[in-house]
Each structure stands twice: as C-alpha cells, then as structure tokens.
C-alpha cells in the first residue's frame, strides 16, 4: 500500500489549507474502504503527535484537543482519498503532517504505532 499525502504549503495565521491523502496498490480483494485512516504531525524537535482518525465507513472520527473544531477529517472510499480540511490556522500548528491507514477499522486509532502504512508528509507553515 502506498499513500500519497499532498496539499501543505505556507499560510498566514488565521487562514485555511485542505490536505489530501490518496492511498492505491491495495492487494486483490481489499480496498481503502476496509480501512481506518488518520492524520498525525511532527512539528521540529518534537515527536510525532496524533491529529485526526476516521473509520472505515467515515461514520467515527476523533480529533485531539488542539485541533477539534478547527479541523475536519473526511474520506471519499470511491475515490481512495482522506482529506484534512483545517481552518483558523495557528503558528503552533507547523508541522510535517502525515497520513496513516489502519489495519485495525473498526474505531479512530489514536496511536502512532496503530497504524501500518505512512505517506511521505506534507509540509504547513503558519506564519504569524
């Protein structure tokens, strides 16, 4: 499986970016829809944290406290595609952000070490 994590970029405090995750290469028989998936970042020196997680069926999701009610996890199955839409943006939400797929479906995982698979990260800068 490989993911494919796009849409960071440079944004002033206050404003809005909308990331995308597109996930292919699932064996025979198996598709994103049979997933969990979820966002985590890692700003610089520190580890990586959890953001965001949906189930499978895009019907649970779970957000940390630093970003709920800013930020919206969604999932298209027809389209193998997560998106992390996020809005009121702050300097303290720099960071690399990574998109993760689950094996384990049924409820958001919070755990870094929950997930299986990784994109390679996408970049958001906030500047004040």
């Known amino acids: 499986v490989q993911l494919q994590a796009s849409g960071g970029g440079l944004v002033q405090a206050g404003g809005s970016l909308r990331l995308s995750c597109t996930a292919s290469?699932?064996?025979?028989?198996?598709?994103?829809?049979?997933?969990?998936m979820g966002w985590f970042r890692q700003a610089p020196g520190q580890e990586r944290e959890f953001v965001a997680a949906v189930i499978w069926a895009g019907t649970r999701k779970s957000y940390s406290d630093s970003v709920r009610g800013r930020f919206s996890i969604s999932r298209d199955n027809t389209e193998g595609t997560m998106i992390l839409e996020m809005k009121d943006l702050r300097p303290e939400d720099t960071a690399v952000y990574y998109c993760?797929?689950?094996?384990?479906?049924?409820?958001?995982?919070?755990?870094?070490?929950?997930?299986?698979?990784w994109g390679q990260g996408t970049l958001v800068t906030v500047s004040s």
């Open positions: 993760g797929l689950s094996l384990s479906n049924w409820y958001p995982r919070l755990e870094e070490y929950e997930y299986d698979y």
């Open positions: 290469g699932f064996a025979s028989g198996y598709s994103f829809s049979s997933y969990g």
